[in-house]
């Protein structure tokens, strides 16, 4: 099992800047891919980001640019962090951590972004 705890939502600008937070504990061992996915009201949940232990991050072209995925590898713990600046009320969503293995993925809570004026 992996457990994932998630911070960094909240109400902000068009154009401001917000961080996320994701820390994935338990058997991270398994850990292959870490992300982030979103789901907008009315819309299909989609992946913002992905990063596996060895590549480069992937991005969504929307957010190619303004969109930023790093991931911190500790002793008991993996981090994954999505900073997003330039937001557009289109990046309004609930954003979802996960975290993937070969045979099964885990979500995180989901933190709510609203990009409003």
């Known amino acids: 099992q992996v457990q994932l705890v998630e911070s960094g939502g909240g109400l902000v600008q068009p154009g401001g800047s917000l961080r996320l937070s994701c820390a994935a504990s338990g058997n991270i061992g398994s850990i292959n891919t870490m992300g982030w996915f979103r789901q907008a009201p009315g819309k299909q949940r989609e992946l913002v980001a992905s990063i596996t232990s060895s590549d480069n991050p992937n991005y969504v072209d929307s957010v190619k640019g303004r969109f930023t995925l790093s991931r911190d590898n500790a002793k008991n713990t993996v981090y994954v962090f999505l900073q997003m600046v330039s937001l557009k009320p289109e990046d309004t969503a609930v954003y979802y951590c996960?975290?993937?293995?070969?045979?099964?993925?885990?979500w995180g809570q989901g933190t709510q972004v609203t990009v409003s004026s």
């Open positions: 996960y975290t993937a293995s070969l045979t099964k993925i885990y």
